[in-house]
T-cell receptor, first 110, second 114 residues
């Protein structure tokens, strides 16, 4: 079955600390992979996407993600978290149809 | 350029009723997708419309239906509402609907079924 899994429901980090959010996918072929962010009361905003090629993808707001085929993972990283990064993060994958993970809620403490 | 708009933003219905949600895509976008977001299930794909035709469909019962008009605006209808239909319903628009085109999401319609 095609699916995207985000193992961490909630993560708390200190402002200025590094961040890594995990995402694993299960798909017949390599899916297109995406990370979205959702702030309270807002829709989802695309942070970055991976289709093929370079496995390290740069996105907006200083985020990056690395595609690792051997681990079926597409983890999101940021070297230094800002308080405004507190939000819900969703990993998604698919081709004709998108499969979303259940999300990781990020809390940033000062 | 205006973003994706969804109306209404909040809705309260009772079991057995039906509801219609509306989504206006970004101007020029021809694809509209609908998603259901719940705390337990996350975001689940409902269906996608492109040029007034349903092109993809998720695994939802027939009570969930949709349509798209010639101006690309889309409506989603849920008949015979159940308590479990309480969710945030998001629509997203894109130029062509393929993954190469970014999906832009609306703020959602919060549906509460009592």
């Amino acid at each position: 079955a095609q699916s995207v899994t985000q193992p961490d429901i909630h993560i708390t980090v200190s402002e200025g600390a590094s961040l890594e959010l995990r995402c694993n996918y299960s798909y017949g072929a390599t899916p297109y992979l995406f990370w979205y962010v959702q702030s309270p009361g807002q829709g989802l905003q695309l942070l970055l996407k991976y289709f093929s090629g370079d496995t390290l993808v740069q996105g907006i707001k200083g985020f990056e993600a690395e595609f690792k085929r051997s681990q079926s993972s597409f983890n999101l990283r940021k070297p230094s978290v800002h308080w405004s990064d507190a939000a819900e993060y969703f990993c998604a994958g698919g081709r004709a149809q998108f499969y979303f993970g259940t999300g990781t809620s990020l809390t940033v403490i000062p | 350029k205006a973003g994706v708009t969804q109306t209404p933003r909040y809705l309260i219905k009772t079991r057995g009723q039906q509801v219609t949600l509306s989504c206006s895509p970004i101007s020029g976008h021809r694809s509209v997708s609908w998603y259901q977001q719940t705390p337990g299930q996350g975001l689940q794909f409902l269906f996608e419309y492109f040029s007034e035709t349903q092109r993809n469909k998720g695994n939802f019962p027939g009570r969930f239906s949709g349509r798209q008009f010639s101006n690309s605006r889309s409506e989603m209808n849920v008949s015979t509402l159940e308590l479990g239909d309480s969710a945030l319903y998001l629509c997203a628009s894109s130029l062509q609907g393929d993954p190469y085109n970014e999906q832009f999401f609306g703020p959602g319609t919060r549906l509460t079924v009592l």
